[in-house]
């Protein structure tokens, strides 16, 4: 296994070890990241170790002693993480490890989009660069918006441990958006050499999982139980969206028999108890969060029901997004929307949705791949060559901008490719 590959698997699990034996969440978070900072130089010479976490988890606890100690009394003078003894993490009990680092940043005291970000660093180790871009902001701007959440965990006190339950419910929607959050770390990163992040969009269902068998309310949850449909639906495709070479396949060309129906089929029941039927919402939904989740995954659910490309519902996928974008007012989702009117056969409205965000997305490549796609299309090739080269410029990840290279390269010269 390799160590990227522990880094994904044990992070979360490690830190929150490292957290209950020092009551010191800077501390811990920093021992574990010298303790890999390590483990790559010392590893590839040495050879891995029979227990790398048991490795990383030793040397990472000298860290943490040998700081202590040259700390001495100013140490004992700072604010201490308020744990729980009660709730003290135990090595066998991997589950509510993770389960209670998600909740401490989803405290009420840290604002939800940096507890999200808080979660997606201390229990998914994601870089802070992707998580910048998923929240559409700079490197050093996410990295000092971390700095303060870390800080204000330690100032407030906030409890490494389990909610009581009349608090519990109030917490689900943080939750569930951080869950969110991190799959599409994983589903779609950002930059990187990866088109999609497996394991790390599994950890995210994985996570939700664990939350909704954690209690009732929890279970009871439509924000949980909306977004594990959506999940689940979107994840069933992640063998036939790389192919052989590692590139990236469109969803018109993916073999189908690839997807996971077992996860499909998981998705639509899923749906048919939010909704009753399939389709469309039967009951009323109790909140913009899991309303947002449930549109989604209805979305989702009309791609999984299609046989072949070409059965496709865009005029209904369509109309969900145009509900979507009415209940959050999101750029992103206005983007595909204009995806989806385009498929349903109505370019010219397509392309006004397109370009009246070049203003609220000017770097987001996907916007200009879009758009490119959308000009090629209506023969304005030069045009699209130009919003194709802008893609390029703006595009981190490395798959992706493979493909928008070919394509830029088919639209320059169609008869050469």
């Known amino acids: 296994m390799s160590l990227e590959q522990i880094h994904r698997d044990e992070w979360g699990r490690l830190l929150a070890l490292l957290v209950a034996h020092s009551r010191r969440l800077d501390l811990a978070e920093d021992a ?17 170790p029979t227990n790398p976490a048991g490795w990383l988890m030793m040397t990472a606890k000298r860290r943490i002693t040998d700081r202590i100690r040259a700390e001495a009394m100013a140490a004992r003078k700072q604010p201490l993480l308020a744990i729980d003894e009660r709730n003290r993490v135990q090595d066998n009990d991997r589950g509510d490890e993770l389960l209670r680092l998600v909740l401490l940043a989803a405290h009420p005291a840290l604002a939800p989009e940096a507890g999200a970000a808080l979660t997606l660093r201390l229990v998914l180790g994601v870089p802070t660069g992707d998580i ?11 990295a000092a918006r971390l700095t303060r959440a870390r800080k204000k965990v330690i100032a407030a006190g906030i409890p490494l441990a389990l909610p009581d339950a009349r608090v519990l419910p109030g917490r689900l929607d943080t939750v569930a958006q951080v869950a969110y959050l991190a799959f599409t770390a994983g589903y779609a990163p950002g930059s ?5 992040r497996v394991e790390l969009a ?16 929890a279970r009871a949850s439509q924000s949980l139980t909306a977004l594990l449909a959506l999940m689940l639906l979107q994840h069933s495709r992640r063998d036939a969206r790389v192919g052989d070479a590692g590139e990236l396949v469109r969803l018109p060309d993916q073999q189908r028999s690839t997807w996971h129906q077992h996860e499909i089929a998981e998705g ?9 039927r399939e389709t469309s919402p039967a009951i009323e939904i109790d909140g913009p969060v899991a309303a947002s989740y449930l549109l989604q995954a209805l979305i989702a659910a009309e791609h999984a029901r299609a ?38 056969g109505d370019l010219d409205a397509a392309m006004a949705l ?4 070049l ?7 996907r916007l200009h791949a879009v758009r490119a796609e959308f000009l090629t299309r209506a023969g304005r090739t030069t045009q699209a060559g130009d919003a194709y080269r802008e893609a390029i410029s703006l595009c981190a990840n490395d798959v992706e901008r493979s493909d928008l290279e070919q394509r830029l390269a088919f639209v320059a010269d169609p008869e050469g490719q």
């Open 359 to 365: 203003t609220e997305l000017p770097t987001n490549h």
């Open 32 to 48: 574990l990241a010298e303790a890999f900072e390590q483990a790559a130089r010392v590893w590839p010479g040495d050879g891995t």
């Open 202 to 217: 599994g950890e995210a269902i994985r996570l939700v999982r664990l939350m909704r068998s954690s209690s009732p309310a």
């Open 192 to 196: 990187g050499p990866d088109l999609v």
């Open 268 to 276: 639509l029941d899923l749906l048919g108890v939010l909704t009753g």
């Open 132 to 142: 910048a871009k998923l929240f559409l902001v700079s490197e050093p701007t996410m």
């Open 354 to 357: 397109a370009d009246g965000l």
């Open 307 to 344: 046989a072949r490309a070409q059965d496709t519902d865009w005029v209904t996928i369509a109309d969900l997004y145009r509900q979507l974008e009415e209940l959050t007012g999101s750029p992103v989702v206005r983007l595909n929307r204009a995806v989806a009117v385009a498929e349903a």
